[in-house]
Antibody, heavy 120, light 110 residues
């Protein structure tokens, strides 16, 4: 059974930093692209970032470029999202998401989410 | 990276059919046969309902079907049931690992 367990969300001040983690199990982690998708309170889903199976490719939505870094450790079956210079508009539930195929063209499993609140 | 366009809300009575549209561009929906749909119940994580335009994952009822024409994908739910009431999001591959979501549609079962 695929399991994705996020952690690291918390209340942080504007301009602060946070590192989200996702522990994955139940599948061959290195074979799939992994993504972070966020959902602001009462809003829709927004794709944030993706990393290929062996970390050779990473992509970001425009609003987080330069502030956010996605990474993975295949030896630990772990996905990370380092977020710097946080803004109020980054407040959201952040979901760890597994690509359905290597290219990540769809998401077949989601974690339960971790809440990031950016506020003074 | 503009969000795909979905109607804000749709509704139908039990047993009826409803269709949710998802409009993009030739760079996403129209450029690939890789539209997916997700159901999200309040307070829960999204759930994959359709992938690659019309494929259903194991366990998803065949009342859910997907299609695509040009730059618009569609999700049809036939034989509406009360438990289908949820938010639905479309998503399209946009090349090189990138995906784009729609704004979401709230389905109300009357």
């Amino acid at each position: 059974e695929v399991q994705l367990l996020e952690s690291g969300g918390s209340l942080v001040q504007p301009g602060g930093s946070l590192r989200l983690s996702c522990a994955a199990s139940g599948f061959t982690f290195s074979s799939y692209a992994m993504s972070w998708v966020r959902q602001a309170p009462g809003k829709g889903l927004e794709w944030v970032s993706v990393i290929s199976g062996y970390s050779d490719s990473t992509y970001y939505t425009d609003s987080v470029k330069g502030r956010v870094t996605i990474s993975r450790d295949n030896s630990k079956n772990a996905l990370y999202l380092q977020m710097n210079s946080l803004r109020a508009e980054d407040t959201a539930v952040y979901y760890c998401a597994k690509g359905g195929v290597a290219s990540g063209r769809y998401i077949d499993h989601w974690g339960q989410g971790t809440l990031v609140t950016v506020s003074s | 990276q503009s969000a795909l366009t979905q109607p804000r809300s749709v509704s139908g009575s039990p047993g009826q059919s409803v269709t949710i549209s998802c409009t993009g561009t030739s760079s996403d929906v129209g450029g690939y046969n890789y539209v997916s749909w997700y159901q999200q119940q309040p307070g829960k994580a999204p759930k994959l309902m359709i992938y690659d335009v019309s494929q259903r994952p194991s366990g998803v009822p065949d009342r859910f079907s997907g299609s695509k024409s040009g730059n618009t994908g569609s999700l049809t739910i036939s034989g509406l049931q009360a438990e289908d009431e949820a938010d639905y999001y479309c998503c399209s591959y946009a090349g090189t690992y990138i995906v784009i979501f729609g704004g979401g549609t709230k389905l109300t079962v009357l």
